[in-house]
């Protein structure tokens, strides 16, 4: 099979395995809403922060230097396996000490046990790198989905019987507990390798060489994703964090259905091509144009019908956070802009180059929840768009002189798409306001649907290509399925 038909199966079974899996996530967080409260989901996002940095340690950027090995031999797999675990034991041993250091911080005592049994998630996860990382690098996202589909339903389940039954949080925990057991179990029985103890140290030399790069630049995006929720928890309580934090949460349920549906299969495929800097330039900009024209309608049109949103999908202690909604939604506008440019960086090779976009990205985010905390929670929801306006440069500055795609002519690429998205959210907005009154559901339907025709009707009149684009690569996947 060719690379492209390779690239498009992959793509249609991760977004598949995406649109089944974080659908089935998303109904039960909703569902999940109404058993628990804002601050349930704030004492989450306190832990967000430790449960990062320290499972981080764990991949150690193992699994993505896997990835991009031409082959994959028992012994090197058996050799990451044992790295990996031996990482996420000492990562564990480390959370499993800091937890009263956060309790204390937060003035959160049952931060201590919830910290502690939270935290095996980490082992559950390096046992996974290795394996995980082979059916990634095969392109087998087939198989993944018939690992994360089940992991998730039965996370689900049990998450909604113990929030049902009134565990509060811990429905929150053992959800994310069962489902990364479960996964583990499964990818295991599909791997098609059965560990042996095995360690060269030479080629693990190689993968660190590569991936610690991408471990510090991927601890330090993760870090400063998860900073905002933890410091709103510590500085204006946990049901503050809570609804940054579900907000959050929702936005990278869509982005990770669209973005990173298409960046996961990009990366292991657009590795091969990595040296062939024409054929790599325009796979991107096709990639980029699908993605900007699958996410930006979405976002904007649900900026625009924020608040009917949450009134019909969520009970009525979650309305404060609509406004959250909005403002990420704007946020998370150039999200698909950044993912391209770094995933660019990593095809390459230039980990060195990542590392230090990560720590450039980081001080700027830093700096701005800095200034903007002691203005409370719309002074730091502003402060993400304008975090996410200001990376764009940095991240984009690289892929001139890497694949000859700069800047402007990403933004000459998308520019179009984005105006068309605009007219969609706009249309969607004035139509709600002209039907104040009337049921909330009533106006989400008409309001939506109007926008997303207006989007399509724009996109048309414009002549976009990437409606196009999908329609050839889904034509083809249905014709070899057949």
């Not at 510090?216 to 900073?227: C, E, Y």
């Given at each position: 099979?060719?690379?492209?038909?390779?690239?498009?199966?992959?793509?249609?079974?991760?977004?598949?395995?995406?649109?089944?899996?974080?659908?089935?996530?998303?109904?039960?967080?909703?569902?999940?809403?109404?058993?628990?409260?804002?601050?349930?989901?704030?004492?989450?996002?306190?832990?967000?922060?430790?449960?990062?940095?320290?499972?981080?340690?764990?991949?150690?950027?193992?699994?993505?230097?896997?990835?991009?090995?031409?082959?994959?031999?028992?012994?090197?797999?058996?050799?990451?396996?044992?790295?990996?675990?031996?990482?996420?034991?000492?990562?564990?041993?480390?959370?499993?000490?800091?937890?009263?250091?956060?309790?204390?911080?937060?003035?959160?005592?049952?931060?201590?046990?919830?910290?502690?049994?939270?935290?095996?998630?980490?082992?559950?996860?390096?046992?996974?790198?290795?394996?995980?990382?082979?059916?990634?690098?095969?392109?087998?996202?087939?198989?993944?989905?018939?690992?994360?589909?089940?992991?998730?339903?039965?996370?689900?389940?049990?998450?909604?019987?113990?929030?049902?039954?009134?565990?509060?949080?811990?429905?929150?925990?053992?959800?994310?507990?069962?489902?990364?057991?479960?996964?583990?179990?499964?990818?295991?029985?599909?791997?098609?390798?059965?560990?042996?103890?095995?360690?060269?140290?030479?080629?693990?030399?190689?993968?660190?060489?590569?991936?610690?790069?991408?471990?510090?630049?991927?601890?330090?995006?993760?870090?400063?994703?998860?900073?905002?929720?933890?410091?709103?928890?510590?500085?204006?309580?946990?049901?503050?964090?809570?609804?940054?934090?579900?907000?959050?949460?929702?936005?990278?349920?869509?982005?990770?259905?669209?973005?990173?549906?298409?960046?996961?299969?990009?990366?292991?495929?657009?590795?091969?091509?990595?040296?062939?800097?024409?054929?790599?330039?325009?796979?991107?900009?096709?990639?980029?144009?699908?993605?900007?024209?699958?996410?930006?309608?979405?976002?904007?049109?649900?900026?625009?019908?924020?608040?009917?949103?949450?009134?019909?999908?969520?009970?009525?202690?979650?309305?404060?956070?609509?406004?959250?909604?909005?403002?990420?939604?704007?946020?998370?506008?150039?999200?698909?802009?950044?993912?391209?440019?770094?995933?660019?960086?990593?095809?390459?090779?230039?980990?060195?180059?990542?590392?230090?976009?990560?720590?450039?990205?980081?001080?700027?985010?830093?700096?701005?929840?800095?200034?903007?905390?002691?203005?409370?929670?719309?002074?730091?929801?502003?402060?993400?768009?304008?975090?996410?306006?200001?990376?764009?440069l940095p991240n984009a500055m690289y892929s001139k002189p890497l694949i000859g795609y700069s800047a402007f002519d990403q933004i000459k690429d998308v520019f179009l798409y984005y105006a068309c998205a605009a007219i969609g959210g706009g249309v969607a907005h004035v139509i709600a306001n002209s039907l104040v009154g009337y049921a909330a559901?009533?106006?989400?339907?008409?309001?939506?649907?109007?926008?997303?025709?207006?989007?399509?009707?724009?996109?048309?009149?414009?002549?976009?290509?990437?409606?196009?684009?999908?329609?050839?690569?889904?034509?083809?996947?249905?014709?070899?399925?057949?």
């Open positions: 099979m060719s690379l492209a038909n390779s690239t498009v199966r992959g793509v249609i079974w991760n977004f598949s395995d995406m649109l089944l899996r974080r659908g089935l996530v998303a109904a039960t967080t909703l569902v999940l809403s109404y058993f628990l409260s804002p601050a349930d989901f704030g004492l989450v996002a306190m832990m967000s922060v430790f449960l990062v940095v320290l499972g981080g340690l764990m991949d150690s950027g193992l699994k993505e230097a896997l990835i991009r090995r031409k082959r994959l031999s028992i012994r090197l797999l058996n050799t990451t396996l044992w790295a990996s675990l031996w990482l996420g034991c000492l990562a564990y041993a480390l959370l499993f000490c800091v937890a009263p250091w956060a309790a204390l911080f937060y003035n959160e005592p049952s931060l201590v046990n919830l910290l502690r049994i939270a935290g095996l998630v980490i082992i559950f996860n390096a046992l996974q790198t290795a394996p995980a990382a082979r059916l990634t690098q095969a392109l087998d996202f087939r198989a993944l989905m018939r690992i994360s589909l089940p992991a998730s339903g039965f996370s689900c389940l049990l998450a909604l019987l113990l929030a049902y039954l009134g565990a509060g949080v811990w429905a929150l925990i053992v959800q994310t507990l069962a489902a990364a057991a479960m996964s583990t179990i499964l990818t295991w029985k599909v791997a098609g390798w059965r560990p042996r103890l095995q360690v060269d140290f030479k080629p693990l030399v190689a993968l660190f060489r590569f991936g610690y790069k991408l471990f510090l630049s991927n601890l330090v995006a993760l870090t400063v994703r998860n900073a905002a929720p933890s410091m709103l928890g510590k500085f204006l309580g946990p049901t503050y964090a809570g609804y940054y934090y579900f907000v959050d949460k929702i936005m990278e349920m869509i982005m990770g259905q669209l973005v990173y549906s298409v960046q996961n299969v990009t990366y292991p495929s657009f590795s091969k091509i990595s040296r062939e800097t024409v054929r790599l330039r325009e796979a991107y900009r096709k990639a980029i144009e699908i993605m900007v024209f699958l996410v930006s309608p979405l976002l904007m049109i649900g900026a625009g019908l924020a608040e009917p949103l949450f009134e019909v999908f969520f009970s009525p202690r979650w309305l404060p956070a609509a406004g959250s909604f909005m403002w990420l939604c704007f946020a998370y506008l150039l999200y698909p802009m950044h993912a391209i440019n770094l995933n660019i960086i990593k095809v390459v090779g230039r980990s060195d180059i990542f590392l230090w976009l990560e720590l450039l990205k980081a001080a700027i985010a830093l700096s701005v929840l800095w200034i903007t905390l002691p203005w409370g929670m719309e002074a730091v929801l502003l402060g993400q768009v304008c975090t996410s306006l200001i990376c764009f559901i009533l106006i989400v339907m008409i309001s939506g649907v109007v926008g997303v025709l207006a989007y399509l009707l724009s996109c048309r009149v414009l002549k976009l290509r990437a409606w196009q684009l999908i329609s050839i690569a889904f034509g083809n996947f249905t014709k070899r399925q057949a």
